[in-house]
Structures are given as C-alpha cells and as structure tokens.
C-alpha cells in the first residue's frame, strides 16, 4: 500500500533506505528507495510519486531552513534522500524511445549550487523525447558559449534558486543572445516569475518541471 506521506517524512528526515544507519530512530524502516518502489509497485503514476511526495518532504524541509528550524547538514541529507528517490522514478519518466523533439541545453547560473529542480526538469524534457545536455552548476557564460557552439539550434534552459544569482540569468541571456540573436531561451526556479523572465528578455518561463516541458515544446514547435 503505497504511503506518499510517510515517503515525504522520509525526505523531510533524511532517510534513504532501511539500510540507512541516519537517522539512529528510523534503522530498519523502509526509507526513500522503498518507499519510491512501493508507490510504483502500487501503479501510482510516477508524476504523483514526485510531486506529492518527494517535492512535497523537500517543501517542508525549504520552510523549516527558512526559519531556522533545521540547517544546512540538515538540508544535505534530504538533498541526498531525495536523489535516491529520483534516481528510481527516472527510468519511468523516460521516454520510451520516440523520435527527438529537439537538443536543450541546461544549468544553474553562475553562483548557484542548487540542482534538485534543475535536475527534475532535465529528467521531465528527457521523458518527453529531448537530447538533454546537462552543464551542472555554477556555470559560467563562457562554459553556456562553448555549449551554444556545439549545439547551435538548442534551446537553453536556466536554472537559479537564489535571489542574488537569480540576476546572472540576464547576464548569461545576453552574452547568448549577443551570440546568437535567435536562440530560444527558457528560465525558471523557485524565486524565477513570469514577470521576471519578461523582464530579463528570456522567451519562456515555467513554475515547475512538468510545465518548463509543455513551455520548450511550444518554443521548439512541438506542441
Ligand atoms: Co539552499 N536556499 N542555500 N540549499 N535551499 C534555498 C533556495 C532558500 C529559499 C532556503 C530558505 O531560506 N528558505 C534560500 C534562498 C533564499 C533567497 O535567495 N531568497 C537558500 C539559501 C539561502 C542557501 C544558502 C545561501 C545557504 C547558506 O549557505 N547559508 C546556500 C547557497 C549555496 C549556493 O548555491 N551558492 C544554500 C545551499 C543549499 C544546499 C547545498 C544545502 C541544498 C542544495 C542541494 C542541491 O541542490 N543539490 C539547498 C536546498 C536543498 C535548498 C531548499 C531547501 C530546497 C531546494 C530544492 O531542491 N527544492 C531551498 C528552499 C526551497 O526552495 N523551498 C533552498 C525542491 C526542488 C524540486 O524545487 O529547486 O524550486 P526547486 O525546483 C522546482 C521549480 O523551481 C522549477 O521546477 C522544479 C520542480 O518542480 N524549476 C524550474 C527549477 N529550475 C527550473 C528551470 C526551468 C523551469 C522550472 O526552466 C529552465
């Protein structure tokens, strides 16, 4: 019997699997890995499984960083726990080998270590049928030039969790757009708005993963 609340308690706490020795109370329970499994093994769909439980712990988690309730080691762990959890859904987000939609690019900004989000996106645009290039974190301009080099016709996607390099997304759409003058470029992440994105000349936004892929399809004419 698939429990998505329990799931997104095992996030919130950090708890990868019953093998898990973190943390000392839940040694022995099912933790993210089974949890995840169950849900499948249930025939829950695993958009639901994402969203109502492991974006839902990590929800909880954000909120409690916020006010000082847990810290940084705190929020490593359900970081890790979370992976675990996206790592099983992946193969079941995958595209089941239709035809290419198209190349898209994608990174957080210059400044910004934050991947989970940008990770889910790049795992969505892959299950819908796009070539992913995954530049990681931290990227600078000149590593988003060398990839528009390589990848003329891509749409690139940026990723920013923070305030302070939320700002980087206009210098990277700049220097892209001073490359090439077409290019097609989609930003999003938690404190991204429609406003924002407008504002910055981007040509897409999108509030979560699911939409940033209805958004690239529309950019690339796939909708
Ligand atoms: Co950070 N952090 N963090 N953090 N962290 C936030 C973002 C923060 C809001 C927490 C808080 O105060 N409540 C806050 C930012 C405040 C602000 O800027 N106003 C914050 C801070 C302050 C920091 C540090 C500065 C803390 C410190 O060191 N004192 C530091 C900065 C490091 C750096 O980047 N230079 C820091 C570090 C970290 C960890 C390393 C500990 C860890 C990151 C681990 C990792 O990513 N591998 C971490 C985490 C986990 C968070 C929170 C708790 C969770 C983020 C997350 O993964 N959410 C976060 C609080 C929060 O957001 N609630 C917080 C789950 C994820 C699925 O959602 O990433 O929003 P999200 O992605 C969504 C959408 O936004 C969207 O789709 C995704 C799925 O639906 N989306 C896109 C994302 N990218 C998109 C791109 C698109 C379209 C949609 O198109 C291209």
New binding site residues.
């Given amino acids: 019997m698939a429990d998505l609340a329990r799931l997104a308690e095992s996030v919130i706490r950090g708890h990868i699997d019953a093998n898990a020795s973190y943390p000392p109370d839940m040694k022995g329970q099912p933790g993210v890995r089974e949890l995840t499994q169950e849900a499948l093994d249930a025939g829950l769909e695993p958009q639901t499984i994402l969203y109502d439980g492991l974006?839902a712990g990590?929800?909880v988690?954000?909120?409690r960083?916020?006010d000082n309730e847990v810290f940084?080691p705190d929020?490593?762990v359900?970081?890790k726990a979370m992976k675990a959890g996206t790592e099983i859904l992946k193969p079941h987000l995958a595209a089941s080998g239709a035809k290419s939609l198209g190349t898209v690019v994608?990174g957080t900004v210059e400044?910004?270590?934050?991947?989970?989000?940008?990770n889910?996106?790049a795992m969505m645009l892959e299950g819908a049928g796009f070539k992913v290039i995954d530049m990681g974190v931290n990227v600078s301009i000149a590593k988003f030039k060398q990839a528009l080099s390589e990848n003329g016709d891509a749409v690139f996607?940026?990723?920013a969790?923070?305030?302070?390099?939320m700002v980087n997304m206009k210098t990277a759409i700049d220097a892209l757009r001073e490359a090439r003058s077409d290019i097609k470029i989609?930003?999003?992440?938690?404190?991204v708005t429609d406003g924002f994105a407008r504002e910055i000349g981007a040509n897409g936004y999108?509030?979560?993963?699911s939409r940033?892929v209805d958004v690239v399809k529309d950019l690339v004419g796939a909708a």
């Fill in positions: 974006v990590m929800t988690v954000g909120k960083f916020r940084v929020v490593l359900s970081a994608i400044g910004d270590m934050h991947d989970i989000g940008k889910l996106v996607a940026l990723s969790l923070l305030t302070t390099t989609i930003v999003g992440g938690a404190p999108a509030p979560d993963a940033a």
